[in-house]
């Protein structure tokens, strides 16, 4: 099975490009075109081997979302031509990623387990317990690191250190809620419960657009609808859908990205498991079977979409 690992392109009118953790953009003025390739990250670390399809099924989850959502925030999608690529509007980020969580888990379960009632400035009340709803979804703002990890920011530090005005600040609150509202609504109708997510936005001609990926296994947490009143009521783990798998398999093998560890060996049968979890991702989240598709020649046919989309 073929996977992409890096992009190399050399477009005519190109003006600039970027290499992140999991995307290759290049840039034409106001225009990008983002590739979705298939490296994976976690704890921060892009692990030594790329995962067949994986690029195309968070692509496709975006896509799918973005489409759903576009009524009610604007988005930086122009197109879509190519499963692996999306074409759009190239927008200033805001250096701060708005999170948002309807139930106490991942980090914030980690802070409230460890004695704090309030995360990024949000008072929580006492005596939840792992996985319980909130009372209203709230959002835990982190800083943007380029390098590193990103790190919680309350609301008031923001303003204070004006890295988002008043005004902005204010829209994207109101954007990330009614995103939110939206996805736990399309996460129901697949037996889902959207539990936290994040998402970013950026300017474009001084609108503000949703930007990046939104509501994919990457960036969000799910869990099963089925079975989550009774599990919380016996207090067993939740069942998840998201790459948790992936740190979990990392964890057992003595990696969690901290210095002098290694990333355990990833094998053929490892790197083929995940690409089936992903797939797997993707019918759960939109309702559809990922489509076979021919992987013989992934670059020249992202190439050649992008040509001819720019």
């Known amino acids: 099975m073929n996977a992409i690992k890096e992009t190399h392109f050399q477009f005519k009118g190109q003006t600039g490009f970027y290499r992140g953790k999991v995307r290759d953009v290049y840039y034409f003025g106001e225009k990008m075109a983002m590739v979705a390739s298939d490296r994976i990250s976690a ?13 195309r099924v968070l692509n496709q989850i975006a896509a799918f979302n973005l489409k759903a959502t576009k009524d009610l925030v604007p988005n930086w999608v122009i197109s879509t031509p190519d499963p692996n690529v999306t074409i759009g509007f190239q927008c200033e980020p805001f250096p701060v990623e708005m999170v948002v969580r309807g139930y106490l888990s991942g980090h914030a379960w980690r802070e409230y387990k460890a004695g704090r009632r309030s995360v990024c400035g949000v008072a929580l009340p006492e005596g939840l317990k792992e996985s319980d709803k909130l009372p209203q979804p709230i959002i835990t703002p982190t800083t943007k690191a380029k390098v590193g990890h990103d790190e919680d920011i309350s609301r008031e530090e923001i303003l204070k250190r004006n890295l988002v005005s008043e005004e902005d600040y204010s829209v994207l609150e109101k954007y990330t809620l009614a995103l939110y509202n939206k996805g736990v609504e399309l996460a129901a109708e697949r037996g889902l419960i959207l539990v936290d997510t994040k ?9 503000i657009y949703l930007i990046d990926e939104v509501h994919t296994p990457d960036s969000s947490r799910y869990f099963y609808r089925e079975g989550y009143a009774d599990r919380q009521k016996t207090g067993e783990a939740q069942k998840q859908l998201s790459k948790e798998f992936v740190r979990q398999w990392l964890i057992e093998n003595g990696f969690q ?54």
């Open 43 to 55: 704890f921060d670390v892009v692990l030594p081997r790329a995962i067949p399809d994986k690029g």
């Open 199 to 207: 998402y970013e936005f950026g300017k474009h001609k001084g609108t």
């Open 257 to 310: 990205g901290k210095d002098g560890q290694k990333v355990p060996e990833m094998t053929d049968e490892i790197v083929a498991s995940i690409s089936n979890r992903y797939k797997e991702l993707y019918q759960q989240v939109t309702g559809q079977a990922l489509e076979e598709i021919n992987d013989d020649s992934l670059l020249q046919r992202i190439e050649k979409s992008i040509v001819n989309s720019i």
